[in-house]
């Protein structure tokens, strides 16, 4: 009996400390795109590499381009909430989350454009080319049958306001080389929120978009949050 109560006691220490102490996150992991090999798709690959080595001018920026290859579900870049992450060896991104609700849009677009009101100050975020753009749902529910969490992940269509929601994560990329799944994923019901698995395909871009990237560094910064009090802590959302 004495054992039963220090094991509860325990487990009521560790919940108190992750609610007081605990960050909560937001992640979700690249990974290369399934792809069955193909000799003719490979032999097409190799012409077009012989044409652009020919072509003296294009060598350079095709080295450099064919160095991001080797480890191409790492260096991809994400914003979200103002702040800027960029994938690791591992494939893995991280955002601190900082919205309630089980809920993500995620955008796959090259560019988004920043609406600035003065100077540095940035009002919202646009979709520079809506018809280059992919943009999925990805929302936490319950299948109160089974009694097992899920993410539902559905294909959006793009506003017309062309507007970036501020509870938004957008994947700095062309849409032709990211790929999510549809459907329906199992998880858990956790503050952490582990998202679906996000692949990459070959030939992603990843120079051009570290150079972009570069340019709008100093106009990413973080949104305005408002705080409510808790039983044991403050919660912090973002502002709509």
Sequence with gaps: MKLKKYNKIILTILLITNNLCGDQIITFFLKPFPKENNT??????????????????????????????????????????????????????????????PKITLIITKHIVPIVMLENTVHHWEI?????????????????????????????EVPKDKIIPTDAIVIVAKPKHIYLPTGITITTKNPQLLLPDVYVKRGIEKLTSTLYIFGLKNLLMLTDSVYKKGKVRYTQKIKE
């Design 128 to 156: 520079s080319a809506p018809n280059k753009t992919k943009i999925y749902t990805i929302e936490r529910k319950l299948d109160v049958a089974a009694k097992t969490h899920f993410w539902d992940v559905k294909e959006a």
């Design 40 to 101: 003719q798709a490979a032999e097409k690959i190799a012409e077009k590499r012989v044409k652009k080595l020919g072509k003296v001018k294009k060598l350079p920026k095709y080295t450099l381009r064919a160095a991001t290859q080797s480890h191409f579900t790492s260096g991809v870049f994400c914003t979200y909430g103002g702040y800027l992450a960029i994938s690791d060896l591992n494939g893995q991104i991280i955002f601190p989350r900082k919205h309630k609700a």
